[in-house]
């Protein structure tokens, strides 16, 4: 298992960035495919973002293609997700999530009940 923590949330006004950052300790980290997700309160976890083990691959859902970026940095054991032109209702809970697959260049998908490893999460808030 890979021990994951997010950092970087925080209060933005909408059309503005922020960048939200996911480190691992582990050195296994590069087997990992890696994803973000979202949860506001009474709603279900939602994909936003994967990003495959070599980077070169990615996937994003639809609400924030063209505003969100994943990416990684292997070397840093560390997989980011700038976030802009922000709208409020990107308000939620992000949360990381780590999954082992044999590809290097496919991503994790968007289900996340395939992801077996989960940061803390890390609170965005958008306001209008």
């Known amino acids: 298992q890979v021990q994951l923590v997010e950092s970087g949330g925080g209060l933005v006004q909408a059309g503005g960035s922020l960048r939200v950052s996911c480190g691992t300790s582990?050195?296994?980290?590069?087997?990992?495919?890696m994803a973000w997700f979202r949860q506001v309160p009474g709603k279900e976890r939602e994909f936003v973002a994967a990003i495959s083990r070599n980077g070169a691959t990615t996937a994003y859902a639809d609400a924030v293609k063209g505003r969100l970026t994943i990416s990684r940095d292997n070397a840093k054991y560390l997989v980011s997700l700038q976030m802009n032109s922000l709208k409020p209702e990107d308000t939620a809970m992000y949360y990381c999530?780590?999954?082992?697959?044999?590809?290097?260049?496919?991503?994790?998908?968007?289900?996340?009940?395939?992801?077996?490893?989960w940061g803390q999460g890390t609170q965005v808030t958008v306001s209008s």
């Open positions: 999530a780590a999954r082992s697959i044999m590809s290097l260049s496919a991503t994790g998908g968007a289900m996340a009940n395939m992801y077996l490893n």
């Open positions: 582990g050195r296994a980290f590069h087997d990992y495919a």
